[in-house]
């Protein structure tokens, strides 16, 4: 951990020193975290402004799309100027344009079976920030499996999701062990989402985020929060590890991200 | 046999279910596909092929968008 904070960084990050809570030690913390986000889109764009705005010391920013006009009611880090270029470009530029601080490492690829396991192995925490149940997958186990820490995000129209898993048990897969099948589960892009929803949820990821990196409160482990924008209602749901796990089990059918097919049901792979 | 299946998020369903029925069987009646939801007990994951055994279930939708 580095004590020596700068001048500039004593000024910059000023209200989170003067927490009894946080203090020089809380955010020397924060400078020394790698954090890894999977996704700079509606959810991604939240986490990355407040981690930037946070201090977080290097953030990976992992996407192979680019911005679209119809991203900007919702991907606030991204702006007009924005549409056609990648979005780790728009995003790394975001971020250091606001704080100098950060070193940002721009991914532009889609998360794989061939490099989530590196990827993931590179940073302290993950965010899954992602719009797909393959990279869903594929973060949990390379997470799980390495034992790194991530939060989880997914929004629909009105309702959005959050949890933190801790790398352990339980994992993603205790709660859902299998992707649905192709086309039975709607995504925004044809069932809409509302543009602030992903500010509520990702906010709740950056603090998670914020709060493992200092080792600080009580996280959404083994809790789901169930948000829904319409009612302006948030319920808790308990998570529990489930012994046959495939993941994070008691005898786990997969051991490395190899042994699954992220495709279709995201199950064992076949050969 | 009376369930209790609460959605999370959303409504709270009262059913009487048959003495053999699954956990699938439980989401048919409130407009559910096993494919999009998860049944909890507890919090753990109950495969929907399973006989009910328990008379409060929560279910939790997989959402996709990010």
Do not use: W
């Given at each position: 951990?580095?004590?020596?904070?700068?001048?500039?960084?004593?000024?910059?990050?000023?209200?989170?020193?003067?927490?009894?809570?946080?203090?020089?030690?809380?955010?020397?913390?924060?400078?020394?975290?790698?954090?890894?986000?999977?996704?700079?889109?509606?959810?991604?764009?939240?986490?990355?402004?407040?981690?930037?705005?946070?201090?977080?010391g290097r953030l990976g920013i992992v996407d192979d799309?680019?911005?679209?006009?119809?991203?900007?009611?919702?991907?606030?880090?991204?702006?007009?100027?924005?549409?056609?270029?990648?979005?780790?470009?728009?995003?790394?530029?975001?971020?250091?344009?606001?704080?100098?601080?950060?070193?940002?490492?721009?991914?532009?690829?889609?998360?794989?079976?061939?490099?989530?396991?590196?990827?993931?192995?590179?940073?302290?925490?993950?965010?899954?920030?992602?719009?797909?149940?393959?990279?869903?997958?594929?973060?949990?186990?390379?997470?799980?499996?390495?034992?790194?820490?991530?939060?989880?995000?997914?929004?629909?129209?009105?309702?959005?999701?959050?949890?933190?898993?801790?790398?352990?048990?339980?994992?993603?897969?205790?709660?859902?062990?299998?992707?649905?099948?192709?086309?039975?589960?709607?995504?925004?892009?044809?069932?809409?989402?509302?543009?602030?929803?992903?500010?509520?949820?990702?906010?709740?990821?950056?603090?998670?985020?914020?709060?493992?990196?200092?080792?600080?409160?009580?996280?959404?482990?083994?809790?789901?929060?169930?948000?829904?924008?319409?009612?302006?209602?948030?319920?808790?749901?308990?998570?529990?590890?489930?012994?046959?796990?495939?993941?994070?089990?008691?005898?786990?059918?997969?051991?490395?991200?190899?042994?699954?097919?992220?495709?279709?049901?995201?199950?064992?792979?076949?050969? | 046999?009376?369930?209790?299946?609460?959605?999370?998020?959303?409504?709270?369903?009262?059913?009487?279910?048959?003495?053999?029925?699954?956990?699938?069987?439980?989401?048919?009646?409130?407009?559910?596909?096993?494919?999009?939801?998860?049944?909890?007990?507890?919090?753990?994951?109950?495969?929907?092929?399973?006989?009910?055994?328990?008379?409060?279930?929560?279910?939790?939708?997989?959402?996709?968008?990010?």
């Amino acid at each position: 951990m580095r004590p020596d904070l700068d001048p500039e960084q004593l000024d910059r990050y000023s209200r989170h020193i003067i927490m009894n809570d946080v203090g020089p030690e809380g955010q020397a913390a924060l400078l020394d975290t790698d954090v890894l986000v999977v996704g700079a889109g509606g959810l991604g764009a939240p986490v990355l402004q407040y981690l930037a705005a946070a201090g977080i010391g290097r953030l990976g920013i992992v996407d192979d799309d680019v911005v679209e006009r119809s991203n900007l009611q919702r991907q606030v880090i991204h702006g007009d100027d924005d549409v056609g270029r990648p979005k780790v470009d728009s995003a790394a530029e975001f971020v250091t344009g606001l704080n100098p601080d950060v070193t940002v490492d721009r991914h532009e690829l889609r998360l794989a079976r061939e490099n989530a396991t590196d990827l993931v192995a590179d940073y302290d925490i993950v965010v899954d920030a992602s719009d797909n149940f393959a990279t869903r997958f594929l973060v949990n186990d390379a997470c799980t499996l390495s034992g790194t820490p991530f939060s989880h995000g997914a929004i629909f129209q009105f309702e959005g999701q959050v949890t933190t898993f801790s790398g352990d048990s339980p994992c993603y897969r205790c709660l859902f062990p299998e992707a649905p099948p192709e086309g039975t589960v709607p995504d925004c892009a044809t069932a809409g989402v509302l543009g602030v929803l992903p500010g509520t949820i990702g906010c709740m990821q950056a603090t998670e985020v914020v709060k493992l990196a200092m080792d600080y409160g009580e996280t959404l482990e083994g809790r789901l929060v169930a948000y829904d924008a319409a009612e302006m209602s948030f319920e808790e749901i308990p998570v529990a590890a489930k012994p046959d796990c495939p993941v994070c089990g008691d005898d786990p059918a997969i051991a490395s991200v190899a042994d699954a097919s992220y495709e279709g049901r995201c199950s064992l792979a076949e050969d | 046999m009376h369930v209790t299946v609460e959605i999370a998020g959303e409504d709270t369903h009262e059913l009487e279910v048959d003495a053999d029925a699954t956990y699938g069987d439980l989401l048919a009646p409130v407009d559910l596909s096993p494919h999009e939801v998860s049944v909890l007990v507890d919090g753990e994951h109950m495969p929907t092929d399973q006989p009910v055994e328990h008379d409060h279930v929560r279910v939790v939708r997989l959402i996709k968008g990010g």
